[in-house]
């Protein structure tokens, strides 16, 4: 059974610009978290999409927005990146609930200069 | 609004013995679940153990226990015979079990494991 893999791994951006991460679930999970880790914190959450419906969103502006596509993965796009946007994206994926654990990747470590 | 507070920013731990990283939690809600994360220097977040609500029983893992005192709202994470393998930062997590989605992190334990 494959994980979750996200891409790209790492990538700088300039401050205004506009970036999308991906996300691929893991085999049979259907629901795809998306979080914001900083720097010596904790992560974030951002939202959370189900059946290709966003189904919770955290304290994240507009301008944080997702796809989820029929084969479960999964897109955040990021619009005019401001320098407190750099940070480690982590996705997550479980089936339904998630009760017992959600499967995270690897993240996609962005800097925005 | 939920929380999760812990309290240790770093914790030292001699190989083979035991540790325990603590964790506290507030929430309102009667449903909830709690969860250990491991995240090595690679970023992965590992699922470690998961204790409900109302579950009964401490949950254990293999070398994963949680030590789950309802009253005093902790949920500490204890691993016994430390391994070189478990250096790594330690998140305890929350989720509400109705409705909500998102789980809730604390800041982490960095955990160091010594030979």
């Known amino acids: 059974e494959t994980g979750v893999t996200q891409s790209p791994t790492h990538l700088i951006k300039t401050r205004g610009q506009q970036v999308t991460l991906r996300c691929s679930s893991q085999?049979?999970?259907?629901?795809v978290s998306w979080y914001q880790q900083a720097l010596g914190q904790g992560p974030q959450f951002i939202f959370q999409y189900y059946r290709e419906e966003e189904n919770g969103r955290g304290n994240f502006p507009p301008r944080f927005s997702g796809l989820q596509f029929p084969n479960y993965s999964s897109e955040l796009n990021v619009n005019a990146l401001e320098l407190d946007d750099s940070a480690l994206y982590l996705c997550?994926?479980?089936?339904?609930?998630?009760?017992?654990?959600?499967?995270f990747g690897s993240g996609t470590r962005l800097t925005v200069v | 609004a939920q929380k999760i507070t812990q309290t240790q920013p770093g914790m030292f731990v001699q190989e083979k013995e035991a540790v325990t990283l603590d964790c506290t939690y507030d929430t309102s809600d009667p449903s909830y679940g709690l969860f250990w994360y491991k995240q090595p220097s690679s970023g992965e977040m590992i699922f470690l153990i998961y204790q409900g609500s109302y579950d009964q029983q401490n949950a254990t893992e293999g070398r994963y226990s949680l030590n789950f005192q309802k009253a005093r709202k902790s949920a500490n994470l204890v691993i016994s015979a430390s391994q070189l393998g478990d250096s790594a930062m330690y998140f305890c997590?929350?989720?509400?079990?109705?409705?909500?989605?998102?789980?809730?992190f604390g800041k982490g334990t960095k955990l160091t494991v010594n030979p």
């Open positions: 997590a929350m989720r509400d079990l109705n409705g909500s989605e998102k789980l809730v």
């Open positions: 085999s049979g999970h259907n629901t």
């Open positions: 997550a994926s479980s089936y339904g609930q998630g009760m017992s654990g959600y499967t």
